[in-house]
């Protein structure tokens, strides 16, 4: 399974990692609210690719949420 990470700002790819198993815990997707998920993250079964909305460093920057914490942020979670 691929993750693909984009910018939901400005839709530049961000990061893309494969994992054998969705760790939902791990990826920190297990503190998102239903909508949330269903907001930020697109599966795609024929492709094994899932699609997840963050924020570049650009944009958070741009958007002044560099201090505050993003709503949802892989680098928080999974890639540092
Ligand atoms: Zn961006």
Sequence with gaps: MKIFYHC???GEAIADIEVDQVDEVKLGFDCLTGDERQDIIKADPASNTMYVKSLC???????GL?????LWSPQTTYLH
């Design 66 to 70: 560099a201090d505050e914490q993003p």
């Design 57 to 63: 460093d650009s944009c958070v920057e741009v958007l």
């Design 8 to 10: 939901s700002c400005c």
